[in-house]
Nanobody, 121 residues
Framework: QVQLVESGGGLVQAGGSLRLSCAAS????????MGWYRQAPGKQRELVASITNGGNTNYADAVKGRFAISRDNAKNTVYLQMNSLKPEDTAVYYCNTDARLSGSWAHYDYWGQGTQVTVSS
């Protein structure tokens, strides 16, 4: 079983910054990739950023140049540095990982509980 715990969300003014953290724990054999998704009320969940074990990153066009994803492989932790925040960034942010459990060959998708990010005008 893999558990993901997010932290760092909160209320900020437009132009401010937040840093989200997500720590993975459990019987983890390996992690292929980790990422951040977000979902605003009434909208579909969308990919914000992702990072592979090799360090390859991918960003949604809406956050390029403002957000940066990074990870600490030794701690199984992924971070999302969010700068120049805009009201449209307001959403629940979810951590995601593609991980292999100990004793298992296959990879599975796991999700955190989400952390609220609210950006005021």
């Amino acid at each position: 079983q893999v558990q993901l715990v997010e932290s760092g969300g909160g209320l900020v003014q437009a132009g401010g910054s937040l840093r989200l953290s997500c720590a993975a724990s459990g019987r983890i054999f390996s992690i292929n990739a980790m990422g951040w998704y977000r979902q605003a009320p009434g909208k579909q969940r969308e990919l914000v950023a992702s990072i592979t074990n090799g360090g390859n990153t991918n960003y949604a066009d809406a956050v390029k140049g403002r957000f940066a994803i990074s990870r600490d492989n030794a701690k199984n932790t992924v971070y999302l540095q969010m700068n120049s925040l805009k009201p449209e960034d307001t959403a629940v942010y979810y951590c995601n990982t593609d991980a292999r459990l100990s004793g298992s060959w296959a990879h599975y998708d796991y999700w955190g509980q989400g952390t609220q990010v609210t950006v005021s005008s």
